[in-house]
């Protein structure tokens, strides 16, 4: 299983970008698609994460600010980022949950390679 990122760059305070990610490798069915980031010298923690079926949830700093949203028979996600801060500043990394594929197997987590997100004026 492959998810593959594309959409980082930089952007000034207030301005916005879009993150997407595909997943591809023979897969039969995804439970859920997200979004994580880490900054330097943090954790990484959840931007935002969409089961298949539509139920979202978000981090409380992106709250109103970032959308998830899907293209499920595409597997893609895609994470819509406005009003962004410098603290948003950090290495996005595409997740997926619970991935089984055609010839059996599963993965738990599934990860993609981080999309560095610099805001900065």
């Known amino acids: 299983v492959q998810l593959v990122g594309s959409g980082g760059g930089s952007v000034q305070p207030g301005g916005s970008l879009r993150l997407s990610c595909a997943a591809s490798?023979?897969?039969?069915?995804?439970?859920?698609m997200g979004w994580y980031r880490q900054a330097p010298g943090k954790e990484r923690e959840l931007v935002a994460h969409?089961?298949?079926?539509?139920?979202?949830n978000y981090a409380d700093s992106v709250k109103g600010r970032f959308t998830i949203s899907a293209d499920n028979a595409k597997n893609t996600v895609y994470l819509q980022m406005n009003s962004l801060k410098p603290e948003d500043t950090a290495v996005y990394y595409c997740?997926?949950?619970?991935?089984?594929?055609?010839?059996?197997?599963?993965?738990?987590?599934?990860w993609g390679q981080g999309l560095l997100v610099t805001v900065s004026s």
């Open positions: 969409r089961t298949t079926y539509g139920t979202t």
């Open positions: 490798g023979s897969i039969f069915s995804i439970n859920a």
């Open positions: 997740n997926a949950k619970d991935v089984r594929t055609t010839n059996y197997m599963y993965y738990g987590d599934a």
